[in-house]
């Protein structure tokens, strides 16, 4: 709870500076909107995690656009976002897949600059707090698939990562988006000494419309 507190505390500043300077330095007013797209995530770790493939999720939320000069805004959003791995593997000639599903309410503070009008670039952290987490195992054999509780509970539930991206809109209202985020923080709450911390990593891709 604290973590939480801490995440909204942090992005309600960012807010609040922002919109005070925005007031100062550009005449250009705040816009809402609204964005969703795929998610492409995985998990790493030092050495690297055997047999792991990417897993497809996706994202969704909202988002405050507020500009605090001619060429550069800051950009809160708040995201549902699907993280997670997936993996196979085979015991005794039988051959298995496993997912990873582990889903973030996700608290992004993007700071971007126009390059030209309609393209940003865009850098900053962003806040995650898990909501579920499920692994999915299923035999490629018969077909068969069993689905855990959630675990969450056995997890680190706050997430931390920096986000890198880059987004072009293709009129006044509608736009594209692509965004990588690379995590800080290691999944597991109880870590061993010396194993190598697991951390999320995702990929987006989207689409975004400013009311």
């Known amino acids: 709870m604290k973590k939480l ?16 300077t925005s007031s100062t330095s ?3 007013p705040v816009r809402f909107g609204i964005k969703g797209g795929m998610n492409v995530s995985s998990l790493s770790k030092d050495e690297g995690l055997d047999d792991q493939k990417s897993k497809i999720g996706f994202n969704a939320g909202v988002f405050a656009n507020i500009p605090i000069a001619s060429s550069f805004s800051i950009q809160p959003e708040v995201l549902y976002s699907q993280y997670g791995s997936k993996a196979d593997y085979t015991v005794a000639g039988t051959k298995f897949s496993a997912s990873s599903k582990l889903d973030y309410i996700a608290v992004p503070v993007m700071f971007q600059y126009n390059v030209i009008p ?19 195992v299923k035999n490629e054999n018969t ?19 920096i986000g ?17 985020v690379a995590g800080l ?15 999320n990593n995702v990929f987006q891709v989207g689409l975004a419309y400013k009311f």
């Open 118 to 136: 309609n393209l940003y670039l865009e850098a900053g952290p962003e806040f995650g707090f898990m909501v579920s987490a499920k692994n999915k």
């Open 5 to 20: 507190i801490l995440g909204i505390a942090l992005t309600a500043g960012s807010l609040a500076f922002a919109q005070q």
């Open 185 to 199: 923080t290691d999944v597991a709450k109880d870590r061993p000494n010396g194993s190598d911390a697991v951390r």
């Open 164 to 180: 890198l991206g880059a987004g072009y809109y293709f009129t006044d209202n509608i736009g594209i988006t692509a965004r990588y």
């Open 143 to 161: 077909g068969d698939s069993s689905t855990s509780d959630n675990y969450k509970d056995d997890l680190q539930t706050f997430n931390f990562g």
């Open 26 to 28: 550009s005449a250009s």
